[in-house]
């Protein structure tokens, strides 16, 4: 009988591998898509694309045993050569091929020219080709800082205690009601998909104090603008014994400042790549929405037309005026009104006609929405007799509450936009693996 | 300006810093649900329940500056106590209290004595009140060893050089076709809810090499048994340039091994709650499918009715073999039959009645199906056409194809089955915070 035993290391190596453990003139065997030829003449570079990086191969007639003609862009190759320092190449070595085996070949030509340093193609274009475009190296980046995002997001909840859930994204009944849900037959009863986890990480709140979940949300919102997603990736959090709503945006500034030093560790090189310079996340402004409001008409010389409605456009001048009289990328505008909240989150008792919420702006731009929530059974009652809305279909969530729940409160960040602004594109596309909008549902 | 500099350490101690700082004797301050009062005249017992465990509080009449009368099991409050060594309490201490903030109270007594050790109570109750029945120590404990699986997926891969991607759930073609997808309408257009992140997951292969993703698949399969789910959590992973199907298994082999580890170190207190011991996964067998099925029936005597399919009885007793004469919780199949799996699949060359592909079974049950994809773009076109599809809406899919892709292969693993299977529970329900099924879209 065989037995597998786990993960034995292979003959090949990866990239860091040979940067940390390879000797000039060590003979060594690599793996990789051949990103780009460039033949000039006797000697040819073919750039190989490994998950970590581009490496220099060098091909010489009667050194590498191949030829060249039967080599082609897109190929996936495995390669015996020797290792070269050499100081124009990327890494600092290059590998003079030996023996080339070619894994598999492309049908046609690519499509875009994916070994530019940047792609100059329209985001319509990279979109419809996105497993292609994707393999041009700045493209990739992107999403590898994602991930970065999204790690430190969970390591940094579990170090604080929290524990992640799973929450069904079918439901019979939604957090927020309204038009935005995407409708569908469930074994012959209608069901929709959730626009967020909100119900469930309050009821888990019961059962573990802090709880979280990375995963899709839906909504099935009519806009078709630069910074909404039919389909994205929310980060969510919710945690009970709060003593304020301050709480929760102090761990989100703790979020944020443990993400910054883990892309500062670990992902250097596609900031790099990308040109990205981490913002200064040791403090984060707070303001109350009127008053930034009012701060912002004073120094652009605007009317404030609806005290209880942020414009987009003033949201960006928040981040403006932050930026310019703080020095600020990130600022908390708290205090949102009642009326531009749902009915779970908790109003201000000093004036009911604001909540004990806020929103996070980064440049400019809403990446989270967060708020204590009503933890008391009469008051949630209350409340949604108060919005008009009816009980229906809210049964166990409102039990969890008439069987006791500690103060709480929680966020949801939207993935997409934090990748976004931190990384200064100006469409949330950018940073989508594959959007979900109005006019796209493919690839 | 108010700024918001992170974290800062509370007053409120966890259960943890009570049991590494604490001396006999402090006076600390905790906080915490009601779980359970015993009342034994003019001392009471109140045990609280956080986030990380039981703590035993005593009420003496002249000492605790509160009326016992008027705490109610359920509440949330506030204790400020004495620190006391007890080795009969939980932990070895217990807080003599002496002041109680009650911080929230229930309106009702609970529905479930969720206070006893075992909460002797219907699955259909359990579900029912789901927010209710995991505030039981030992229910609660389940999701938190399935948070650990979840965990040690995601790290080992992070190890193995994988990079995480979030691909849509919203489509408008599936991975494997056919009668179990939900669909819904999508802006006036047609869609479906991915039961699979296979096609994209195959995509970003040709990206990142190594790619994974946690998240929710979706399967509309009519199904009512006790180890199906209509929604459920997929921990998927595809690599790239592998020399075999073998190389996923070790994978996967890895992934179990450094997991168990994981579950070990920091997952010790809740396996010993639910009496868990750790399966041995230092070598896990491997059979080929045809194989599997004659020692089946060999040793049971059992009439092979089917060489092309498995049934349920035959996993299990296949399961049931390999525990008996090899020791072994896990065994991998190979081998199975091609017409049992979807497009994608390689088929061996050696037999293409068969693929190059692999099921895990834990214990008699397949947790995972896995194994090497075809990664030509003719021969995918091929098999598209042997299996009578038409490729329409597969049109990028292939595409990336035909720009040259890896020798690759991948697998997907039930994150509910495997922790069912794990902790020896006999319904997937009981591992599933919020079951979907046929009858249950609530809570």
Chains 1, 2 share one sequence.
Not at 241 to 249: G, H, K, V
Not at 294 to 315: C, H, S
Not at 339 to 360: G, H, I, Q, V
């Amino acid at each position: 009988m065989e037995f597998l035993k786990g993960v034995s290391k292979k003959e090949i190596l990866e990239l860091e591998e040979l940067l940390t453990q390879a000797q000039e003139g060590d003979i060594v065997k690599v793996n990789g898509a051949v990103h780009a030829i460039r033949d000039m003449g006797n000697v040819a570079f073919v750039i190989l694309r490994k998950k970590d990086g581009l490496l220099q191969c060098v091909f010489e007639e009667g050194v590498t045993n191949f030829e060249l003609k039967n080599l082609k862009e897109a190929s996936t190759v495995e390669v015996t050569g020797e290792i070269r320092k050499e100081e124009r190449a990327a890494h600092g070595i290059e590998l003079r091929m030996k023996e080339i085996t070619v894994l598999s070949e492309p049908e046609e030509p690519l499509p875009l020219p994916i070994s530019k340093w940047k792609l100059n193609t329209s985001l319509e274009a990279k979109l419809n080709m996105r497993p292609i475009s994707l393999r041009n190296v700045r493209e990739r980046a992107k999403f590898k800082i994602q991930e970065g995002l999204v790690r430190g997001f969970r390591d940094f909840l579990y170090e604080q205690g929290f524990t992640e859930i799973h929450t069904p994204k079918l439901g019979a009944k939604s957090a927020e009601g309204g038009a935005n849900l995407f409708k569908l037959e469930y074994f012959h009863r209608p069901a929709i998909l959730q626009q967020s986890p909100q119900l469930y990480k309050q009821m888990m709140v019961g059962v573990f104090d802090r709880v979280f979940e990375t995963g899709p949300v839906f909504r099935a919102e009519k806009h078709n603008t630069k910074r909404h997603l039919n389909e994205y990736t929310s980060l969510d959090f919710e945690m009970g014994y709060i003593d304020s709503f301050e709480d929760i945006m102090a761990m989100e500034t703790g979020f944020l400042q443990y993400t910054m030093q883990l892309l500062a560790k670990d992902y250097q090189k596609e900031l790099d790549i990308l040109g990205v310079t981490l913002p200064d996340v040791s403090g984060i402004p707070v303001v109350r929405f009127d008053r930034a409001k009012e701060m912002v008409a004073e120094k652009y010389d605007r009317r404030i037309r609806n005290p209880y409605d942020l414009e987009t456009e003033e949201e960006h001048l928040i981040g403006q005026l932050f930026k310019e009289d703080y020095g600020a990328d990130f600022v908390f505008v708290t205090h949102y009104p009642s009326k531009k909240r749902p009915f779970y989150a908790m109003d201000d008792p000093a004036d009911e006609r604001f909540t004990l919420s806020f929103d996070l702006l980064f440049r400019g731009l809403e990446i989270t929405t967060g708020g204590q929530r009503i933890h008391s059974y009469p008051m949630l009652l209350e409340k949604i007799g108060k919005k008009g809305m009816t009980t229906e279909g809210l049964e166990q969530y409102l039990d969890t509450f008439k069987h006791g729940m500690p103060p709480h409160g929680g966020l949801g960040i939207g993935l997409e936009r934090l990748t976004m602004q931190l990384l200064g594109e100006d469409n949330v596309r950018e940073t989508t693996m594959f959007p979900r909008d109005l006019n796209r549902l493919e690839p």
